[in-house]
Structures are given as C-alpha cells and as structure tokens.
C-alpha cells in the first residue's frame, strides 16, 4: 500500500497542508469508509447524494488516522487536533493520488473488462500468475471510480503485477479508469446486454469497454474474445496502435482453444497439446481459462507453473458456485444477471447430472433499457422442460420471463411471486432429496436471501 509523508501527498496533490510542521507525518494506506480505518491510514472523506464523509473525521482521529484530506470550503470542527491538505474536491484528489502513485510504481498492470466473466477471469489469472510473481488484484467488486483508485493505492511497492477489474454503466467510465491505472495489458472478456439503460445498443457497450485502449501503454498489448460477434463487428473501425492477440475458440482466433470435458467440479480444455483444467462450472469458463492461459505464456511461465495456478483458482461468492446441503444442492449465482449470463448458467444447471429434480429460482435483470420486457420473455423462452423440473420468479420484469415459460410449462411447474417469502415457502415445498436448486437475479433483487433462507433447510 501506499507509504509517503504529508509532504510528498501534498505535493502529488497539489495540495496545502494545514499546518507544515506536519509535513514529515507518514501514512501508511489510504480508506474513504471510518468503519475501515487504521492506524497510520489517510483518511479520504467522499462526499456523494446520499452520504457525506466529512462528518465521521473525528472518529477516524480516534481510530489512529494521522491525518485526512478535505475539500478548502469545509469549516473544522474544533474537535480534530490531527493535521490535513486542503484540496478542491476530496473524490477528484482520490483519482489523482492513484494516477500520481502509478506513475512512482515499477509494476506492470493488467487491465480487464467485459459484460461477464471478468470477476472471474480477474481471479483466475491472479491465480496463475502468483505462481511465478507477486501479485495483486481488485478485491471483490471495486472496479469504479473509487474503487479502482483504492485498489491501486493498495499495492504495495514491489508487486511485480496488478490486476485491475473495470466496470462500467455509462460512456467515458472507463476512460478515466484506464488512464489512472496506464496498463501494459487491456482485455475484453465479452460483449453482453448488460448496461443497455445508458449504453443503448451491444454496440454501444463495446464502444464503452473499448475506451480501456484509452490508457494502454504503446508499447502495451491489448487482447479481446476473438469469438464474440460484437467485438468483430465494432474492432475494424478502430486504428489500435498496440500489439492485438484474439483467443477463443473459434477458426480465425490467434490463441485458439478447444473445450474438452464438462463435469460437476471442473471445465477441461487444450491449447495445441496442451490440456488444462479450471476447477470452475459451465462452458464460458473455457473463455475465461484461455485468457489465463495466454496470459500465462505472455509472461513466461511454464505449462506446468499454468497448470497448477490454474487448479488453485477460485470463484467469487454468489458466482455459479455449487454449494452442497442435506440432501440436495444449490447452484449459487445470486450475484448478477442479464440474457448472456442466464443462459449460460441455464445450461449448466441442465448440463448437472446426478439429480432427479431441478428447480430454477430468478429474478429481475436490471438496467438492461427500453428492451427490457422483451428480453426478459426471450430469456423464458430459454428455460427447457426436458433439463428443469420448475421455475420459479420473482420480481416486476420476470413477470414477462413467467409469461413466456408457460409457452413450455405446465401451470403446475411454473409460479410467479410479489413477496419473496412466499417465493421461499413455496420452494421449500418443491425441494426434495437428490434436487439442484439454480438461484440467478440482479445485485437489485438480493436473490442471496433466497439461498441464506434454505441452507439449512432439511429435506
């Protein structure tokens, strides 16, 4: 993490410090959140809509904060007797802090974007590549506007690598992500619906992801699904200046793979005469693993340093996890939704055998714009009464995926829900030994509570 005096801050800053007798104070690590502070840590108070930073400094001075940023027209209370720099906007100083410390670190950064799959791919390279280097990563979610400046003025000074998740809902996000973090890699995993609200169109989604060739270095390396059919179609309009490797599986592809076997703990795949496995479900893990793979060879390690990184490698909770109970499972991916990702965890929960009902559980897709209804029908159109035994919905917009599910299922096999609980008491009636519950829904929805309120249960 990030370690300077007063001094050398204020001076990245362009800031004032409040008295210069400070000037030589240390810090170590930087928190915008008073429940998180340290000892020797920055305080960075965010002022936002709903919330203002400001009025939890004395409990930060309290909790060993040294010191902490604030903006010139906010008047001190009397009660904080710990030294700050003054600057004009406390958010704006957290991105420039971030840029200038990039700049002051020897680290290469890896840089990775796309509708799904980059929490995941995020994970696995970390994995492979700690075989050989010191590396670091964005922790859980932290891809936005804050969180990426936290995660870059959390790596320590001898990393050899960062791994930097971006995320984005609007155009000209990413834009300033990727020129605070500069990265010698920038990938794509895929293009999906996610974000239609704001971004409109697939194509306009790509345009918002490809903003992350914004900052790659020149003589850096950019890297993109060969297979997805956007990216191929918006890529040629485009003068890339650095090195472009495509992977996929696909003919045309520079780093081709092919997928091997699926089973109930691991995806397998091959590039030439190499076979590989990622100890991770469903299909789109192919992806996912070629990515590291390549990246993995991009930075010289051998086929068996890949190898292993890749057996170690983990999956985010709530992310197509497969969480055994008393006498059934649950096949975890409450985390996000959106057409691409259900479908693809559909398949899976079809493709899992071993168990004689299946019963899907899902939720609203958010922010996927005017299409919204449409695409939400299209998505209960995909549900097959041959792999799933019920379906069960729950919120505003599945009403149109109910809809469309009764097209294929029998009134007795599908249900819609208002209320949750009665979502939960009627799944609790269809769980039986040897069931595999799917559970998938927006952030929005909280679909976790579906699954904290059967783990326990008993059938």
């Given at each position: 993490?990030?370690?300077?005096?007063?001094d050398?801050?204020?001076?990245?800053?362009?800031?004032?410090?409040?008295?210069?007798?400070?000037?030589?104070?240390?810090?170590?690590g930087?928190?915008i959140d008073?429940?998180t502070?340290?000892?020797?840590?920055?305080?960075?108070?965010?002022?936002g809509?709903?919330?203002d930073?400001?009025?939890?400094i004395?409990?930060?001075?309290?909790?060993?904060?040294?010191a902490f940023?604030i903006?010139?027209?906010?008047?001190i209370?009397k009660?904080?007797?710990?030294p700050?720099?003054?600057?004009?906007?406390t958010?704006?100083?957290l991105?420039?802090?971030?840029?200038a410390y990039r700049k002051?670190?020897?680290?290469?950064?890896?840089?990775i974007?796309?509708?799904?799959?980059?929490t995941?791919?995020?994970?696995?390279i970390?994995?492979?590549l700690?075989?050989?280097?010191?590396?670091?990563?964005?922790?859980?979610?932290?891809n936005?506007?804050?969180?990426?400046?936290?995660?870059?003025?959390?790596?320590?000074?001898?990393?050899?690598?960062g791994?930097?998740?971006?995320?984005?809902d609007?155009?000209?996000?990413?834009?300033?992500?990727?020129?605070?973090a500069?990265?010698d890699?920038?990938?794509?995993?895929?293009?999906?619906?996610?974000?239609?609200?704001k971004?409109?169109?697939?194509?306009?989604i790509?345009?918002?992801k490809?903003?992350?060739?914004e900052?790659?270095?020149?003589?850096?390396?950019?890297?993109?699904?060969?297979?997805?059919?956007?990216?191929?179609k918006?890529?040629?309009?485009?003068?890339?200046?650095?090195?472009?490797?495509s992977?996929?599986?696909?003919?045309?592809?520079?780093f081709?793979?092919?997928?091997?076997?699926?089973?109930?703990?691991?995806?397998?795949?091959s590039?030439?005469?190499?076979?590989?496995?990622?100890?991770?479900?469903?299909?789109?893990?192919?992806?996912?693993?070629?990515?590291?793979?390549?990246?993995?060879k991009?930075?010289?390690?051998s086929?068996?340093?890949?190898k292993?990184?890749?057996?170690?490698?983990?999956?985010?909770?709530?992310?197509?996890e497969l969480?055994e109970?008393?006498?059934?499972d649950?096949l975890?991916?409450?985390y996000k939704?959106?057409?691409?990702?259900?479908?693809q965890?559909?398949?899976?929960?079809?493709?899992?055998?071993?168990?004689?009902?299946?019963?899907?559980?899902?939720?609203?897709m958010?922010?996927?714009?005017?299409d919204?209804?449409n695409?939400?029908y299209?998505?209960g159109?995909?549900?097959?009464?041959?792999?799933?035994?019920?379906?069960?919905?729950?919120?505003?917009?599945?009403k149109?995926m109910?809809r469309?599910?009764?097209?294929?299922?029998?009134?007795?096999?599908?249900?819609?829900?208002?209320?949750?609980?009665d979502l939960?008491d009627?799944?609790?009636?269809?769980?039986?030994?040897?069931?595999?519950v799917?559970?998938?829904?927006?952030?929005?929805l909280h679909?976790?509570?579906?699954?904290?309120?059967?783990?326990?249960?008993?059938?």
């Amino acid at each position: 993490m990030i370690e300077r005096s007063l001094d050398q801050i204020s001076k990245m800053l362009g800031g004032e410090i409040s008295d210069p007798e400070y000037g030589h104070v240390k810090i170590k690590g930087v928190s915008i959140d008073s429940r998180t502070i340290k000892k020797d840590m920055l305080y960075i108070p965010i002022v936002g809509e709903k919330f203002d930073g400001r009025i939890f400094i004395e409990e930060c001075q309290n909790a060993g904060s040294p010191a902490f940023l604030i903006d010139k027209n906010f008047k001190i209370p009397k009660s904080i007797n710990i030294p700050y720099i003054i600057v004009d906007d406390t958010q704006k100083a957290l991105r420039d802090l971030a840029r200038a410390y990039r700049k002051e670190l020897d680290i290469k950064i890896i840089a990775i974007t796309g509708s799904n799959g980059k929490t995941t791919s995020k994970n696995i390279i970390h994995s492979v590549l700690s075989e050989k280097y010191k590396v670091e990563k964005t922790h859980g979610n932290l891809n936005n506007e804050i969180g990426v400046p936290l995660t870059i003025l959390d790596f320590s000074e001898d990393t050899d690598i960062g791994v930097v998740e971006m995320g984005t809902d609007d155009f000209g996000e990413i834009s300033v992500l990727t020129n605070i973090a500069r990265p010698d890699m920038a990938m794509i995993t895929n293009i999906g619906d996610a974000h239609l609200l704001k971004l409109k169109t697939r194509e306009g989604i790509a345009k918002a992801k490809l903003e992350i060739l914004e900052g790659l270095k020149d003589d850096g390396i950019f890297l993109y699904n060969g297979d997805d059919e956007i990216l191929k179609k918006v890529l040629p309009s485009y003068e890339i200046k650095q090195k472009t490797i495509s992977f996929g599986m696909g003919d045309k592809v520079d780093f081709k793979v092919e997928a091997k076997e699926y089973t109930s703990t691991s995806t397998n795949f091959s590039y030439k005469d190499e076979n590989y496995s990622v100890p991770l479900l469903g299909s789109h893990q192919v992806y996912n693993g070629a990515l590291a793979v390549l990246i993995g060879k991009l930075f010289d390690l051998s086929y068996d340093q890949i190898k292993v990184g890749l057996s170690k490698s983990s999956n985010n909770a709530n992310r197509n996890e497969l969480i055994e109970r008393d006498g059934f499972d649950i096949l975890d991916d409450a985390y996000k939704s959106n057409p691409q990702s259900l479908k693809q965890g559909l398949e899976l929960a079809g493709f899992l055998d071993g168990y004689l009902n299946k019963i899907v559980v899902l939720g609203d897709m958010l922010e996927l714009g005017d299409d919204e209804l449409n695409l939400h029908y299209k998505s209960g159109l995909d549900i097959d009464p041959k792999k799933i035994n019920y379906c069960l919905f729950f919120g505003p917009l599945c009403k149109e995926m109910y809809r469309a599910s009764l097209e294929n299922f029998p009134q007795d096999r599908s249900f819609y829900f208002e209320n949750k609980n009665d979502l939960i008491d009627k799944l609790k009636l269809l769980i039986t030994k040897s069931t595999l519950v799917f559970v998938k829904g927006s952030r929005g929805l909280h679909m976790e509570e579906v699954i904290e309120a059967i783990y326990d249960f008993r059938v």
